[in-house]
């Protein structure tokens, strides 16, 4: 089992430029996260879906869009980057939330 | 606001002690509370849940819950530098609600050779 895979690893872009980051779970996870993690500011949740077809904001979700394509894939796409969207994106899912979340290993995210 | 609080750290222990990990949260209806790991540059990996009032151990690790001080903490026996990481504590509010997993900001913990 794969777990969660997100893609790409590692992204570098420019100002204004925009980008999807692609996140697929194959444990048959209901709800699905995305996360930003910065320096001293810990985890911040940026969109989540509950279920398939459903989708909400989080704590930052300013900048961000996100689609959840089926029961395995969500994405999130940065419009027009900015350098404060400079970050370790993580995508996690879980098939209820009172087991805990499943992370993936994680997008490095650099906007100059 | 819910609040989950931790100690920024770095915790530093010699090896073969007891780490003691601590997390406070604000939300008294919590149910559920969990530890994560992620070493540096990696992803948050789930180590130890708890739901009830005591201690609950698995392996060199020992999950302690205190609801009526809202107080979590993990304990490290026999600490090992490949403990060295990051330490997060989470916690999920209240049944009924809809509320998500709150994160502390975590700690880090170094254990030296």
């Known amino acids: 089992n794969a777990g969660v895979t997100q893609t790409p690893k590692f992204q570098v872009l420019k100002t204004g430029q925009s980008m999807t980051l692609q996140c697929a779970q194959d444990m048959n996870h209901n709800s699905m996260y995305w996360y930003r993690q910065d320096p001293g500011m810990g985890l911040r949740l940026i969109y989540y879906s509950a279920s398939e077809g459903t989708t909400d904001k989080g704590e930052v979700p300013n900048g961000y869009n996100v689609s959840r394509l089926n029961k395995r894939e969500f994405s999130l796409r940065l419009e027009s980057a900015a350098p404060s969207q400079t970050s370790v994106y993580f995508c996690a899912s879980t098939v209820d939330r009172g087991y805990g979340y499943t992370f993936g290993s994680g997008t490095r995210l650099t906007v100059v | 606001q819910k609040e989950v609080e931790q100690n920024s750290g770095p915790l530093s222990v010699p090896e073969g002690a007891i780490a003691s990990l601590n997390c406070t949260y604000s939300?008294?209806?919590?149910?559920?509370f969990f530890w994560y790991r992620q070493y540096s540059g990696k992803s948050p990996e789930l180590i130890m849940f708890i739901y009830s009032n005591g201690d609950k151990e698995d392996g060199r690790f020992t999950a302690q819950l205190n609801k009526a001080s809202q107080y979590v903490s993990l304990l490290i026996r026999d600490s090992q530098p490949s403990d060295s990481a990051t330490y997060l504590c989470a916690v999920l509010p209240q049944r009924g609600s809809q509320g998500n997993l709150i994160f502390g900001k975590g700690t880090k913990l170094s254990v030296k050779p």
């Open positions: 939300d008294r209806g919590s149910q559920s």
